[in-house]
């Protein structure tokens, strides 16, 4: 999508999975945390833009845990 579109992508992260959980009882004890990151700019190839995507979301996601 990212490519054929041409638009700029804002990764968001957020932790909603820890809180409540596919399988699981929902943690009412723990919030909810969303984060907008850095937009990736448009025109990269998808071996840098999916390696840029991950990264940054991974690094986000160990912070909002």
């Known amino acids: 999508i990212y ?3 041409n638009f700029v992508c804002v990764p ?3 932790n909603s999975g820890d809180v409540w959980p596919k399988s ?3 943690n009412s ?3 909810i945390t969303i984060s907008i990151l850095k937009h990736i700019p448009k025109d990269m190839n998808s071996i840098d833009f999916q ?6 979301l991974y690094f986000e996601l160990e ?3």
């Open 24 to 26: 699981g009882k929902l």
């Open 12 to 14: 968001v992260a957020l």
């Open 51 to 56: 390696k840029l995507l991950e990264e940054s």
């Open 3 to 5: 490519e054929k579109l």
């Open 63 to 65: 912070k909002i845990r």
């Open 29 to 31: 004890n723990k919030t």
